[in-house]
T-cell receptor
């Protein structure tokens, strides 16, 4: 099913290049952040998370950077592959249980 | 472990009807959250349940309600359906009361005609 709006920002990268997806969050009180990947017809898939007491966290081929000063979050994907093509969402939690506030999403297109 | 399952996957209803959607969390997960996803509004939080208690509720009208059972399974209900309720309804589960990573199901695609 459709998962994205008609006018999502799009990032187009060449296969093998690194990708950087940016996200500005709204609440300075947010203390937990998470990135999801959503492919067409599927639910969001967890990629990586980070708490506000950290600036950086690395996973397999992915790195999340958190800049609390400017309320900015980024997701770096190394050696981007065609299978990485999807919509990526950042989300924040301001210590309200498991309630997440999602960003609008960025579409990543990987050119072979 | 099996992932989050949602039933039904697709549903077509008429304005004014009501609908019930079901979510089974990952085994051992006690927190279930519901989200609505539309092209215009994106992903919006509906409500969250933990140990059968609603802990948070999003900014949706009272026509949207939910509950959680003792086995952590959850249902959400929408009464007096409107065309604008057409959306992908997503359920997510996590082990604790949060905040922590949540795992999403495939969603239920609701179309209101």
């Amino acid at each position: 099913g459709e998962s994205v709006g008609l006018h999502l920002p799009t990032l187009s990268v060449q296969e093998g290049d690194n990708s950087i997806i940016n996200c500005a969050y709204s609440n300075s009180a947010s203390d937990y952040f998470i990135w999801y990947k959503q492919e067409s017809g599927k639910g969001p898939q967890f990629i990586i998370d980070i708490r506000s007491n950290m600036d950086k966290r690395q996973g397999q081929r992915v790195t999340v950077l958190l800049n609390k000063t400017v309320k900015h979050l980024s997701l770096q994907i190394a050696a981007t592959q065609p299978g990485d093509s999807a919509v990526y969402f950042c989300a924040e939690n301001n210590n309200a249980g498991n309630m997440l506030t999602f960003g609008g999403g960025t579409r990543l297109m990987v050119k072979p | 472990k099996a992932g989050v399952t949602q039933t039904p996957r697709y549903l077509i209803k008429t304005r004014g009807q009501q609908v019930t959607l079901s979510c089974s969390p990952i085994s051992g997960h006690r927190s279930v959250s519901w989200y609505q996803q539309t092209p215009g509004q994106g992903l919006q939080f509906l409500f969250e349940y933990f140990s059968e208690t609603q802990r948070n509720k999003g900014n949706f009208p009272g026509r949207f309600s939910g509950r959680q059972f003792s086995n952590s399974r959850s249902e959400m209900n929408v009464s007096t359906l409107e065309l604008g309720d057409s959306a992908l309804y997503l359920c997510a589960s996590s082990e604790t009361a949060g905040p922590e990573r949540q795992y999403f199901g495939p969603g239920t695609r609701l179309t209101v005609t």
